[in-house]
């Protein structure tokens, strides 16, 4: 069975230093290929503590959507991680440039430990094994951030990180089946590069996917208590969306 797995749903930094919600990151298990997305603080315990169980050393990729720490405080272990401790060159790694050549996150001595180190950049197509990845748009983020568009055979799951909203978003993440939104504001803020409640919505209701799963929550959603508007925010999008919690398995 194909799945993905939600290691943490922590959205911004008082969520994520104070724990309230865990901050690991996105494993994804498709076609017999396993790759880690956004390991932040706390990925390796808790896909050790996963139940069932992760094979966390065999994953053959990570992709880093941005270099804020909630998103890449980990990298580095994972890349040992994946390639035993950098005996066993293997798997690529996926990155925005200034995760590597502006005050870089990934650090120079585990560099030469992956088969390949990939810059990832707007309208790029990349592969890891069999799956083919699309970068769509670059994000409005502050720093330089992308998502992806995954294409499977019947399927496109489609992950949007963090952004501020602006209208290609729309037109870029369509035909998405499957689509996974970092949500951390319940109301809109501005000046914070994050997408709200009603963004969100606006998405989904255009992009029109299967299923859509909202994740990355800042406190203000967890106050509001997310997780109890499931139903009415379904009903007003036509699409069934899910609210990830820490440790939720997704089949498909």
Not at 44 to 51: H, K
Not at 132 to 153: A, N, Q, S, W
Request: glycine share 6%; charged share 25%.
């Amino acid at each position: 069975m194909n799945f993905i797995k939600f290691l943490g749903t922590a959205g911004a930094r008082f969520v994520m230093i104070s724990q309230l919600r865990y901050s690991g990151g996105i494993f994804f298990s498709i076609d017999g290929t396993s790759f880690i997305v956004d390991p932040g603080p706390g990925t390796l315990i808790r896909a050790i503590n996963s139940r069932p169980k992760l094979n966390i050393s065999k994953i053959d990729g990570i992709f880093l959507s941005h270099r804020h720490l909630d998103h890449s405080c980990e990298i580095n272990l994972m890349i040992e991680v994946m390639t035993e401790g950098g005996f066993k060159k293997r798997g690529i790694v996926f990155a925005p440039s200034d995760c590597l050549f502006k005050d870089p996150v990934i650090l120079l001595y585990c560099r030469d430990f992956p088969e390949k180190i990939q810059v990832i950049e707007e309208e790029k197509i990349f592969y890891i094994n069999n799956l083919r990845f699309e970068i769509p748009v670059k994000h409005r983020h502050g720093v330089e951030t992308y998502g992806f568009k995954l294409k499977m055979k019947n399927k496109t799951i489609s992950y949007i990180p963090d952004t501020e909203f602006f209208p290609e978003l729309i037109d870029r993440y369509k035909g998405s089946q499957i689509l996974i939104l970092n949500t951390v504001l319940y109301e809109k803020r501005e000046n914070i590069q994050h997408l709200c409640l009603l963004e969100a919505e606006q998405i989904i209701k255009n992009i029109k996917p299967e299923k859509a799963i909202l994740t990355h929550f800042g406190m203000s959603m967890l106050k509001n208590k997310i997780w109890e508007k499931k139903d009415e925010i379904s009903e007003r999008v036509g699409t069934e969306v899910i609210i990830a919690n820490d440790g939720m398995n997704f089949e498909f």
